[in-house]
C-alpha cells in the first residue's frame, strides 16, 4: 500500500492550495479518508476526515469552513481544499487510511496506512 501526498509549498497567508493523495494497493473508496498535520514541535493533529460510507465530512474546528476534503473514486484519490491560508496552518501534511470506528477518525492511532508528508508553509 502507497499513499503519495503532494501539492504542498509556499503561499501568502489568504492563499490557497490543494493537496493530493494518490493510493495505490488499496481503494480509496473502501477505507475512510483522513487528513494529518504536524507542525514542528507539535503532536500531529487531526485535519479532516472523508467518511467511508455515506460520504459523510469532518473537520478540525480550526479548518472549518476553510478547508474541504474530496475523494475521486475513479483516479482513486482523495483531495484537501485550503482556501483562506493563515500562518498557523503552517505543517507537514500527512494523509492517511483508516477502517476504524467513527468515533476514533480523529486518532492519528486509529490509521493503519500513511502518505510521506508534504510541506505547506503559509508566510504573514
Known amino acids: 500500500v502507497q499513499l503519495q501526498a503532494s501539492g504542498g509549498g509556499l503561499v501568502q497567508a489568504g492563499g490557497s492550495l490543494r493537496l493530493s493523495c494518490a493510493a495505490s494497493?488499496?481503494?480509496?473508496?473502501?477505507?475512510?479518508m483522513g487528513w494529518f498535520r504536524q507542525a514542528p514541535g507539535k503532536e500531529r493533529e487531526f485535519v479532516a476526515h472523508?467518511?467511508?460510507?455515506?460520504?459523510?465530512?469532518y473537520y478540525a474546528d480550526s479548518v472549518k469552513g476553510r478547508f474541504t476534503i474530496s475523494r475521486d473514486n475513479a483516479k482513486n484519490t482523495v483531495y484537501l481544499q485550503m482556501n483562506s491560508l493563515e500562518p498557523e496552518d503552517t505543517a507537514v501534511y500527512f494523509c492517511?487510511?483508516?477502517?476504524?470506528?467513527?468515533?476514533?477518525?480523529?486518532?492519528?492511532?486509529?490509521?493503519?496506512?500513511w502518505g510521506q508528508g508534504t510541506l505547506v508553509t503559509v508566510s504573514s
Open positions: 492517511a487510511a483508516t477502517r476504524a470506528v467513527l468515533s476514533a477518525i480523529r486518532d492519528p492511532g486509529s490509521y493503519s496506512y
Open positions: 472523508f467518511r467511508r460510507t455515506g460520504s459523510y465530512t
Open positions: 494497493g488499496l481503494s480509496v473508496g473502501n477505507y475512510g
